[in-house]
């Protein structure tokens, strides 16, 4: 079982909704990130906080507006999204120390915009 | 030349079979070597970091190849539950000194009973 939760697993919504998607994780990892993924592709990075400060932004639309309210949270706020949003986002941590590449994955919370 | 490059399968072997994946990386100054397993409709699972000396765990041996930039996986007697997509990572040193990880687009693979 994965030690980093992300909550709703599954989300659908309108063009005019707000959202937010969480991730938490209680591992003291201090590195975050926010990945999108579409079927048969890679992930995506979107977002990575570092010490709770935003260190990357990967040119990702002001529709998506990440949130960091502490060392174990991660939000994910949406609004004003499109139907090619749709994908799966999924959430990640790393520890401090650990090679860059080794991430823990949330499950995930697949996200539908009609 | 894409940065990260994998056969993208789907590669359909029998249990018990040996299976090799390649993936060829563009950027010499690359600094580490990861693959990652996804199962259908999963997130994406560290299953092991390439080492230089090239690492074994159990059925599974990655090695690494800077000369000619490719990192390889290879998995002996397959069983069943390792049907998933197999993702190559790579740790990417840019020109300003920034690091950044490039995922390649993955290679599926089917064991069969």
Known sequence: ?114 | RKEVEQDPGPFNVPEGATVAFNCTYSNSASQSFFWYRQDCRKEPKLLMSVYSSGNEDGRFTAQLNRASQYISLLIRDSKLSDSATYLCVVNQVNAGNNRKLIWGLGTSLAVNP
């Open chain 1, 1 to 114: 079982d994965t030690e980093v939760t992300q909550t709703p697993k599954h989300l659908v919504m309108g063009m005019t909704n707000k959202k937010s998607l969480k991730c938490e994780q209680h591992m003291g990892h201090r590195a975050m990130y926010w990945y999108k993924q579409k079927a048969k592709k890679p992930p995506e990075l979107m977002f990575v906080y570092s010490y709770e400060k935003l260190s990357i932004n990967e040119s990702v639309p002001s529709r998506f507006s990440p949130e960091c309210p502490n060392s174990s949270l991660l939000n994910l706020h949406l609004h004003a999204l499109q139907p090619e949003d749709s994908a799966l986002y999924l959430c990640a941590s790393r520890p401090g120390g650990a090679n860059t590449g080794e991430l823990f994955f949330g499950e995930g919370s697949r996200l539908t915009v009609l």
